[in-house]
T-cell receptor, first 115, second 116 residues
Framework: AQKITQTQPGMFVQEKEAVTLDCTYDTSDPSYGLFWYKQPSSGEMIFLIYQGSYDQQNATEGRYSLNFQKARKSANLVISASQLGDSAMYFCAMREAGSARQLTFGSGTQLTVLP | GAVVSQHPSRVICKSGTSVKIECRSLDFQATTMFWYRQFPKQSLMLMATSNEGSKATYEQGVEKDKFLINHASLTLSTLTVTSAHPEDSSFYIC????????????FGQGTRLTVV
């Protein structure tokens, strides 16, 4: 079974609007971490935001916020006030405490910000 | 934040030759580094976990004799693609982590390998 599912292969958003990128996960480990990365066309992986399974509040980093719904096992990324430079591939990832500590990635969402 | 440097960023090689890719942690010691492979428009697939001073742990289906990993120091891991073939053409990217579990993995810039 897929551990990380991103159901939106591609998304479009108008500049200055907000956009939500979906991510659901599957784990039986009570301790885990959820990550979002941005990958522009250059290929580098840019860390955006982290949410721990025991964190009580949703993580926020500038224009990025993570809508963490633990019971639904979802960790959606919200980007507010989209900018043209936000156009990129976005990956959701999970690290389970009981694993070998590597990240498991979703299939990604290609976000295009329209002027 | 911590920086991971990967070199080279692009390489073209002939079939049958070997290519070495370096992954360095510049301002921290990384006991564990990870090597991923990414095909166009696809996700990152873990190839192996590189542990300083010990043998790498390879994921199922990854040929350890073809993808040689050496983690000789706390700041350097290398991936050597031996006897490269066109089907090895891909984007290879490394990551390194330090600290506790809630620190993000820092990624190198990636290496785009083309085998001709």
């Amino acid at each position: 079974a897929q551990k990380i599912t991103q159901t939106q292969p591609g998304m479009f958003v108008q500049e200055k609007e907000a956009v939500t990128l979906d991510c659901t996960y599957d784990t039986s480990d009570p301790s885990y971490g959820l990550f979002w990365y941005k990958q522009p066309s250059s290929g580098e992986m840019i860390f955006l935001i982290y949410q721990g399974s025991y964190d009580q509040q949703n993580a926020t980093e500038g224009r990025y916020s993570l809508n963490f719904q633990k019971a639904r096992k979802s960790a959606n990324l919200v980007i507010s006030a989209s900018q043209l430079g936000d156009s990129a591939m976005y990956f959701c990832a999970m690290r389970e405490a009981g694993s070998a500590r590597q990240l498991t990635f979703g299939s990604g969402t290609q976000l295009t910000v329209l002027p | 934040g911590a920086v991971v440097s990967q070199h080279p960023s692009r390489v073209i090689c002939k079939s049958g030759t070997s290519v070495k890719i370096e992954c360095r942690s510049l301002d921290f010691q990384a006991t564990t580094m990870f090597w991923y492979r990414q095909f166009p428009k696809q996700s990152l697939m873990l190839m192996a976990t590189s542990n300083e001073g010990s043998k790498a742990t390879y994921e199922q289906g990854v040929e350890k004799d073809k993808f040689l990993i050496n983690h000789a120091s706390l700041t350097l891991s290398t991936l050597t693609v031996t006897s490269a073939h066109p089907e090895d053409s891909s984007f290879y990217i490394c990551s390194a982590r330090h600290g506790t579990d809630n620190t993000e993995a820092f990624f190198g810039q990636g290496t785009r390998l083309t085998v001709v």
